[in-house]
């Protein structure tokens, strides 16, 4: 007799843990957590100079409410009013599970939690831990699933196959990777939890280790939503960590290196004069990712950095030395009370660093990379997928019983508050969980398992080893042309490339693990690549991304803020966005219904 979950959450980072433990507490008790390696993942890996959790204002004076939090996430364009409302009505339940769990979140003098602003956002909602917010909150959220409610993780399984038909889903094929057998895993509900497409970019500030698995569910049959729209900014890429924040307030110098060793500050080349270069840098830490709005502002250091890359030149930051003609007292009045009100006036930005955000430096040292010393290597970076697969306002996609949260699923519109995604990880598993009690009692195909089971045994008789296998030339020309700055003829010609490959693809690989994780990969590049071009000649230049079409910078048609971008097969559907709900009855209604 197969055993059958009540329900399986795909990911062990802080969306999947979460999720886990709201199902826990909403009594449902028979779930699993599936992963590749529980010490993979994004949410356990990466960081920031102060990683942000973007929450309601909680911090005593501040005027906040749900509504106003929703209204400032959906006034950025291209959002649920529904699902970013329960994004913010949630906020303060889950921000503070994550505190009694002991995620130590500062407090002021008075027991309130001071924020700050973070980019994209005008108030004071971000709080941070450090650079590893997201790594405690998994910390604190693993230890509560699986030491207090007991919950089994079931490690090395790599996911291969949604199993699900016009009814819904009935479980996932996976691979142990150990054994290297697949195994049948039934569910009546899966709650996908991966993460971003990580895969299909070469310059990418995601961890080594983060995939995903976006292409596996549009093998099931899933609808993208906003799926063009990412979020990329200045990282390093020895090791991968966002330059954002205190790395830039402080003024770094940039400076390109090309083959023969010859050193230059080009920057000063998108700029008229220092002090408004300086001022820039500085502004870039609030302002870092990319942003078409800020095409001729903050973002030209983006397009400069891009520039030199192009060129095949190496871009640094040097925090050893000040931007050629840096004074100052001539920095905008911004910078300099901020930098004086933290004691930052040091000669060098090390010196500052060091005043700012000496916890920024130690996460390079404790990689191997001495910035008080050395350069520090950086590129234009792939950082978030706003967009992802379709959900409805309680995270379940088009195929009844999966759900998908985190950055998975397409939460956001054109931009989002920096840490608002990390607000969504805990709020979706908490939303799901509560969908789930009341709905989630569904029947499995036992056909469709056996048939998947027959499918992967006959893939597995007849997979060839073969070590010449390399699809990475797809990541390369997919940073090239269809990142931040999107050719549109350069795009469609990979796309055209992408069918072919992903047509003629062999059932031969370095693995099967490999074979799997570049289908996925050539899925979910396919996909980006079709929204790309159906979306962007209507819709234009907008969001994180720039699109050049017969050679010019297409302006943004704001009309299109109004509609959600759906995607499915190629094909492009606007969907108006529902806007924020009001609360309507009396409270004696609600009260009546517990």
Excluded at 507 to 530: G, I, N, P, T, V
Aim: aromatic share 10%; proline share 3%.
């Amino acid at each position: 007799m197969r055993k059958i979950y009540d329900a399986i959450i795909i990911g062990s980072g802080a969306a999947g843990y979460g999720a886990a433990d709201s199902l826990f507490k909403a009594g449902i008790t028979d779930v699993a957590v599936i992963t590749e390696n529980r010490f993979w993942g994004t949410s356990r890996n990466t960081g920031s100079d102060k990683q942000t959790y973007y929450k309601i204002s909680m911090d005593g004076f501040s005027q906040d409410s749900p509504y106003k939090m929703a209204e400032d996430i959906c006034s950025l364009g291209c959002c649920d009013g529904i699902k970013v409302y329960k994004q913010a009505v949630n906020s303060a339940k889950c921000f503070m599970r994550l505190c009694n769990y002991g995620v130590n979140f500062p407090r002021d003098e008075f027991g309130g939690y001071p924020g700050y602003k973070t980019d994209h956002d005008n108030t004071s909602r971000a709080t941070s831990i450090g650079p590893l917010t997201s790594k405690a909150m998994t910390e604190k959220l693993e230890k509560e699933v699986i030491v207090n409610n007991k919950t089994p993780v079931l490690d090395n399984r790599q996911v291969t196959e949604i199993i699900a038909d016009a009814n819904g889903v009935s479980g996932v094929v996976v691979l142990n990777t150990v054994s290297g057998k697949h195994e049948i895993i039934a569910a009546k509900n899966v709650i996908v939890a991966s993460g971003a497409p990580a895969c299909i970019y070469e310059n990418s500030v995601y961890p080594v280790s983060q995939h995903g698995m976006t292409g596996i569910m549009i093998d099931a049959g899933v609808s993208l939503c906003n799926y063009s729209q990412w979020q990329y900014g200045l990282a390093s890429v020895d090791f991968r960590w966002n330059v954002s924040g205190s790395f830039m307030q402080v003024i770094p110098r940039f400076v390109s290196i090309d083959e023969n060793g010859n050193e230059r500050e080009f920057l000063r080349e998108a700029f008229d004069d220092d002090a408004e270069l300086c001022s820039t840098v500085f502004l870039k830490g609030y302002q870092w990712p990319f942003s078409f709005d800020r095409i001729n502002f903050s973002s030209q250091i983006d397009i400069a950095v891009h520039k030199q890359t192009a060129l095949g030149r190496r871009v640094y930051l040097d925090y050893t030395k000040n931007p050629e003609g840096f004074d100052f007292d001539k920095l905008s009045d911004e910078a300099k009370y901020y930098l004086s009100a933290v004691g930052a006036t040091g000669d060098t930005p090390i010196e500052r660093l060091k005043k700012l955000n000496p916890k920024a430096i130690d996460v390079y040292t404790g990689n191997g990379i001495n910035i008080t010393k050395e350069k520090l290597r950086i590129a234009v970076c792939a950082q978030h997928n706003n967009g992802g697969v379709y959900t409805d306002e309680n995270y379940q996609s088009e195929i009844s019983g999966l759900y998908v949260i985190g950055e998975a699923a397409g939460s956001f519109g054109l931009t989002r508050p920096g840490g608002s995604a990390l607000n969504d990880t805990q709020v979706g598993g908490f939303v799901c969980a509560e969908h789930i009690k009341k709905f989630g009692n569904r029947t499995v195909n036992e056909e469709a398992l056996a048939s998947a089971e027959q499918k992967a045994k006959e893939l597995t008789d007849s997979f060839v080893v073969d070590g010449n296998i390399d699809y990475s030339d797809v990541k390369t020309e997919m940073s090239r042309c269809a990142s931040f700055i999107r050719n549109y003829e350069e795009c469609v010609d990979l796309l055209e490339k992408v069918n072919v490959t992903f047509k003629n693809y062999p059932q031969r690989h370095k693995s099967l693990s490999d074979y799997y994780y570049d289908r996925d990969m050539l899925l979910a590049a396919k996909a980006l690549l079709e929204a790309i071009t159906a979306e962007m000649p209507l819709t234009g230049s907008r969001g994180g991304a720039a699109i050049i079409k017969d050679g010019n910078i297409l302006e943004e048609n704001k009309n299109y803020r109004q509609y959600l971008t759906v995607t499915k097969d190629g094909v492009i559907t606007f969907k108006e966005v529902t806007p924020i709900p009001i609360t309507s009855k009396p409270f004696e209604a609600y009260l009546n219904e517990i």
